[in-house]
């Protein structure tokens, strides 16, 4: 069965400090789909990267950086230099291709609060 | 702006009642993900349509239906409303049929409170 966990339930770190956020997974696909998405305080929800299984490269967009390893099916997300507008809950998602790659199933969501 | 609109934007409704919840996908998406976001059980898929047609369902209950019109928007309708059906109920839109390409993206939800 696939399962998302996010075991960090909240986390407040002060303005600039580096973050790290957890994921890991549970899938017995060979070919499925990560994601992490943001929540802001408005309530939407914002795609922010997609890595696909074969893809284990490390991604950096701007002060956001990606840790993906399949041998701890950890998908790790960490935020440089945080500012308060990081503020947010976070999500981690898996979606597996054998399911046609439809459905996501979600983490439960790290809060997290940047304070000035 | 996803480009995926949703309304309403917030409902309050009674024990029993029925609502309808809708859904414009972006333009040119084909593909509606219907999902609802609770305290108690997170964010949980609830139905696809593709093209007018249901292409996956998740923990969708039985007094819960939606449908896709020709014109691509969807309606999610939630009949014989019980307390723990208030959430946020959140529409997405791909292009495609699944996650493999492309992002998935969300509307700004239906907030649904049940008195």
């Known amino acids: 069965a696939q399962k998302v966990t996010q075991a960090q339930t909240e986390i407040s770190v002060v303005e600039k400090e580096d973050v790290t956020l957890d994921c890991v997974y549970e899938?017995?696909?060979?070919?499925?789909?990560l994601f992490w998405y943001k929540q802001p305080p408005s309530g939407e929800l914002v795609f922010l990267i997609r890595?696909?299984?074969?893809?284990?490269q490390n991604e950096i967009s701007g002060r956001y950086s990606w840790n993906f390893q399949k041998s701890t099916s950890s998908f790790n997300f960490t935020i440089t230099a945080s500012q308060v507008v990081d503020s947010a809950v976070y999500f981690c998602a898996l979606s597996e291709a054998n399911q046609g790659a439809q459905k996501l199933v979600f983490g439960q969501g790290t809060r997290l609060t940047i304070n000035p | 702006d996803s480009g995926v609109t949703q309304t309403p934007k917030h409902l309050i409704t009674a024990t029993g009642q029925r609502v309808t919840l809708r859904c414009s996908p972006r333009?040119?998406?084909?593909?509606v993900y219907w999902y609802q976001q609770s305290l108690d059980q997170g964010l949980q898929f609830l139905i696809q349509y593709y093209n007018g047609e249901e292409r996956a369902k998740g923990n969708i209950l039985e007094r819960f239906s939606a449908q896709q019109f020709p014109d691509l928007h969807s309606e999610l309708n939630l009949s014989s409303l019980e307390l723990g059906d208030s959430a946020l109920y959140f529409c997405a839109s791909s292009y495609r049929g699944s996650h493999t390409t492309g992002e998935l993206f969300f509307g700004e939800g239906s907030r649904l409170t049940v008195l």
């Open positions: 890595r696909n299984s074969f893809d284990e």
């Open positions: 899938t017995r696909d060979t070919t499925y789909y």
């Open positions: 333009s040119g998406d084909l593909s």
